[in-house]
């Protein structure tokens, strides 16, 4: 059975990214990173997350970190330019991205935010993050996706 195109993927053939989808069985709950990493026999360390923080100035920023990392708001908020940044509130997810938790890409968002993508990321040939769908997961190279959203990459996380 085909799979049914996210945003994410249609930005994606717009752009003429290469990439590939992976599906994961996701009616168990399990759809944390580290349970989607491992349904879909991958290290935790390529699959990423999406996070959506908001800063003191109101703007809005994405942070694509790996599943295995939590993010550290004080090194995001240097990142992002902001005096403090935080996380915003899972009910704001949706009409902020157009995307809900768990199913949140870094790709096609309501409107284009400013994002940044963990510097390990450049050591990997490809990497997996949301396809905007809970149960799917889009599988490409990083630095195109860099390209195609204009992200940088930069270091957020909690060492």
């Known amino acids: 059975m085909a799979i049914h195109k996210t945003n994410a993927m249609r930005f994606l053939d717009k752009n003429k990214i290469p990439y590939n989808t992976h ?3 996701s009616t168990d709950g399990r759809i944390d990173g580290v349970a989607v ?3 879909l026999n991958q290290n935790p360390e390529h699959v990423f997350k999406t996070l959506v923080l908001q800063g003191a100035s109101r703007e809005f920023y994405v942070f694509v970190l790996p599943v295995t990392c939590e993010i550290d708001l004080k090194k995001a908020a240097k990142t992002a330019g902001e005096k403090s940044i935080d996380m915003i509130h899972v009910k704001d997810l949706f009409n902020t991205t157009g ?3 768990g199913g949140c890409s870094p790709l096609a968002m309501k409107k ?3 994002t940044f993508i963990q510097q390990s990321a450049q050591q990997l040939n490809l990497f997996f993050f949301s396809a905007g769908k809970i149960g799917i997961q889009i599988e490409a190279k990083p630095h195109d996706i860099a ?3 204009n992200a940088t990459f930069a270091d ?3 060492d």
């Open 147 to 149: 390209n195609a959203i």
């Open 23 to 25: 599906e994961y069985e």
């Open 37 to 39: 990493a491992e349904k």
């Open 99 to 101: 995307y809900i938790r």
């Open 112 to 114: 284009s935010f400013k």
């Open 156 to 158: 957020f996380v909690i």
